[in-house]
């Protein structure tokens, strides 16, 4: 289990942040990969589907049916460094966790899934492969969208930060948009000669809020798994989300205006919302549009809900799994992020998001993963994958 925490250790120790990202920083930890499994006799290569954007792919096994084992090595930054008590790319080992970005988000499981491929190597009688990926952070629109046109696996398992009893079965969807309110100059002692657009726009986003007061027609399949996913988040980040049923609204930038006495006659804000199961991104967009009366409105990024039914034949044998061999009741969750699951789910692949870490810990300061919940997602999905056969 050492292996895996130092492998863990040396990954966090390279600055692969995304955005900014550089193609050096991106191709050196690729090469690091790609080297660790040549050394322990997989095959593999690096793959750019887009220039400055690397993949590495290795695969074990031969037969009809097979896994594909996804995870990306990109980090988002590491914000005021000052405000880190260990270095951000330290790799430290201290009391049972392993600090530094990307500890949790998820250079564990990229660890994690590099040992299972080397461990399984000569055990399974299906084809693995593993897909390391550079840009799941801005979006997987350089990696794992190509991946999925590429590859048509019957099993789709990411080994995203979920902890050793809960399954990630499902995402809420992305409805990402820029409104633009325009106004008329004036000077500022007489605002009444002008239109003030920063007015236009407020007036535009508080009514926009109300979007996440909308009803909505929940699957019933996925009913208990949302009120799941509420219990699980209050036992880790101690408060009740409630917006986990709901759009979820957040105004994240805000700009207009060229001087304090001045009518500002520009104003545009973006702002994030994230959709359950039970709307369409679609509905959600005419929604969002009917809320906004002053505005020009534009979408930054969008992506549907979506989901693998809890049912799943998969789903189901992990959830066996756990219970088996952590002696503990296993939970299926939807998160309320988005993650590259969504494009292999759009082609009906079922898809299962499983992994060492806490949702809580993902892009926070001092970052930082256990490794006894390392050694408890090797374990379980070792005998997931060896059940396969």
């Avoid at 564990?108 to 897909?131: C, E, P, W």
């Avoid at 989901?307 to 299926?332: D, F, G």
Wanted: proline letters at 5%; charged letters at 25%.
């Amino acid at each position: 289990m050492e292996e895996i925490s130092s492998l863990t250790s040396k990954l966090i120790q390279f600055p692969s942040i995304n955005p900014p990202t550089s193609e050096e920083s991106m191709r050196s930890i690729a090469a690091y990969i790609k080297d660790w499994f040549r050394e322990n006799g997989i095959e593999t290569r690096i793959k750019e589907y887009q220039k400055g954007w690397p993949t590495v792919i290795a695969e074990i096994g031969n037969g009809k049916k097979t896994v594909l084992i996804n995870g990306h090595f990109d980090v988002v930054p590491t914000g005021d460094e000052n405000s880190w008590k260990r270095k951000p790319f330290g790799g430290e080992i201290v009391e049972g966790k392993i600090f530094g970005r990307g500890a949790s988000d998820m250079k564990s499981g990229v660890a994690l899934a590099m040992i299972l491929l080397r461990d399984l190597a000569d055990k399974i009688n299906y084809k693995l492969i593993f897909t390391g990926v550079s840009d799941e952070e801005t979006g997987g629109f350089n990696c794992s969208r190509f991946i999925s046109q590429e590859y048509n696996p019957d099993l789709v398992l990411i080994t995203e930060p979920s902890g050793p009893s809960s399954i990630i079965v499902g995402e809420k969807g992305l409805l990402q948009l820029r409104l633009k309110a325009k106004g008329i100059p004036a000077h500022g002692s007489i605002p009444s000669m002008g239109l003030n657009a920063i007015e236009l726009l407020i007036k535009d986003l508080l009514n926009l809020s109300n979007i996440s007061k909308l009803e909505l027609n929940i699957p019933q399949e996925l009913r208990q798994i949302l009120e799941n996913t509420i219990i699980r988040l209050k036992e880790e980040l101690g408060k009740e989300l409630k917006e986990v049923k709901t759009i979820s609204f957040n105004i994240g930038l805000i700009k207009g205006g060229v001087k304090v006495n001045v009518v500002a006659d520009y104003c545009e804000a973006e702002v994030d919302m994230r959709i359950p199961p039970g709307i369409t991104f679609d509905e959600a967009y005419e929604k969002a549009k009917s809320f906004v009366n002053n505005s020009s409105v534009e979408i930054i990024q969008k992506s549907n809900p979506n989901y693998t039914s809890p049912n799943n034949e998969y789903v189901q044998k992990l959830k066996m799994v756990i219970e088996k061999k952590l002696a503990t009741k296993a939970m299926e969750m939807i998160i309320t992020g988005a993650t590259d699951g969504r494009y292999f789910r759009e082609k009906g692949i079922p898809v299962i998001i499983y992994g060492p870490g806490k949702l809580g810990q993902a892009h926070v300061y001092d970052e930082h993963v256990l490794i006894e919940d390392l050694n408890k997602c090797y374990v379980v999905l070792k005998e997931l994958l060896l059940s396969l056969n």
